[in-house]
């Protein structure tokens, strides 16, 4: 066998290890405890779609659609793009699976890797997970309400470090397109105070301006009209309406009109989560209603809403201790007889009980010097025919007729 230059993982993506994944883990635990508790479904939809699927659902305008997509040409020649993100499919499965027929409003959470080009830094990575949330059928503002304080609590419970909620509304489409007029007109009128990237989407996506860190640019748009004055009074009502519920549940944010998020299918609400915790990267999870987008994939007209958020900045914002995977209740060690050890540890392991064998050739010596690092707290030393039962903690040993005792004094423990 010859070798070759040492490999790696792609730019931009990372391997999760054993010593740091008992968080993930706990953290999906959570999700699934929490989501799950509150009704909703577990969804998983594939990691690659059509490209015309994003292209319609995101948005041709946008940065993702523009220049983050990883998109491929399969064996027949059609396009393929690995998902940027997960509303657009959890659409589309609605959709094709006909729920509109189901009882309203359908509520989904997924949680899957996602793909975006863009350039990697602390906390932003080519290959990423998102935790996400949609309810589908529904434009009561209790659903967007309720979505926020489940994404609240997640975050929170989590142990997310100072964390801030914006929340705004973007209105109806129609609303949005007069606005978006109103400040081209704007814009194009200090157009030479402006950045050029700016510059060169006022035509396309001029609310994107609000995004810009550039000084002048946001010279420019801190005179600007803001949406959140130009909204239909049916949108302004529902707008009050998410604001009370979230009032009433004690649940703290800022009004921002300035928030337009990076998605093109955004109607009425938007939100961010942030962590002041984390660098330049701060943005935690977000989203809002999208109540066009079913439609424009094809199906019935279908108000929504939903959020995704980063688990990978999640975790950062969360760094508290580093956790230990969970230590196993019994260690079986062996010199002669791996079979018998290899039934104990079954036989334990059928009734529940925590359980690693040797499986490196040590020492009888070196093996229990390996369950105390691994903090086991007991050790059963297996034999041809007598088992051996040393407490960990103690360190007393003694002889042990059957495996129905060891788990009688595991239950003891
Ligand atoms: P978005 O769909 O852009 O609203 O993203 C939702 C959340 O996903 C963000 O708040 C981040 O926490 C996370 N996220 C988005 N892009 C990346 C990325 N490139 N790397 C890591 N996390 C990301």
């Not at 909703?40 to 523009?66: H, S, W």
């Not at 860190?213 to 748009?221: F, M, N, Q, Y």
């Not at 302004?236 to 998410?242: C, G, K, Q, T």
Request: with cysteine.
């Amino acid at each position: 066998m010859s070798g070759g230059p040492r490999l790696q993982a792609p730019r931009g993506t990372f391997d999760v290890l054993p010593g740091g994944s008992p968080a993930r883990l706990s953290f999906f635990n959570l999700c699934q405890d929490r989501l799950g508790g509150a009704g909703l479904g577990y969804a998983e939809t594939p990691i690659f779609e059509d490209t015309e699927l994003f292209a319609r659902g995101v948005g041709e305008a946008t940065d993702i659609v523009q220049k983050e997509m990883f998109t491929l040409e399969d064996r027949a020649g059609r396009s393929l793009t690995l998902r940027p993100e997960g509303t657009a499919g959890v659409c589309r499965a609605y959709v094709e699976h006909g729920m509109h027929k189901l009882p309203q409003p359908v509520r989904l959470w997924y949680w899957g890797p996602f793909f975006r080009h863009e350039a990697p830094q602390a906390g932003r990575y080519r290959q990423f997970t998102q935790i996400g949330a949609e309810a589908l059928g529904s434009d009561d503002p209790a659903v967007d309400a309720e979505l926020i304080l489940l994404l609240a609590e997640l975050l929170e419970e989590a142990g997310v470090r100072q964390l801030r909620l914006r929340l705004s509304s973007l209105g109806t489409a129609a609303a949005r397109r007069d606005y978006a007029d109103e400040l081209r007109a704007h814009l194009r009128a200090r157009e030479e105070e402006l950045s050029s990237e700016v510059r060169s989407r006022i035509e396309a996506n001029p609310l994107r301006a609000f995004d810009a860190a550039h000084a002048g640019t946001r010279a420019v748009l801190a005179d600007a009209p803001k949406l959140l004055d130009r909204l239909a009074p049916e949108d302004a009502e529902h707008f009050a309406e998410v604001r009370a519920l979230l009032d009433d549940a004690g649940l703290g944010y800022e009004v921002d009109p300035s928030l337009v998020r990076g998605l093109d299918y955004y109607t009425r609400t938007v939100f961010e989560f942030t962590s002041d915790a984390l660098g330049a990267q701060s943005g935690v999870g977000g989203g809002g209603r999208y109540d066009g987008l079913v439609e424009q994939l094809g199906g019935p007209p279908t108000p929504a809403v939903g959020w995704a958020a980063g688990v990978e900045r999640i975790l950062l914002a969360a760094a508290g201790e580093p956790q230990r995977g969970a230590s196993p209740t019994v260690f079986v060690a062996w010199e002669n007889s791996r079979r018998a050890a290899f039934a104990v540890a079954r036989r334990l392991r059928e009734s529940g009980v925590t359980v690693q064998m040797e499986q490196a050739g040590r020492s009888l010596k070196g093996q229990l010097k390996h369950a105390d690092r691994l903090r086991a707290r007991f050790a059963v030393v297996a034999g041809e025919d007598d088992l051996e039962l040393r407490d960990l903690r103690t360190g007393q040993a003694r002889a042990i007729a059957s495996v129905e005792e060891i788990l009688e004094v595991v239950e003891a423990s």
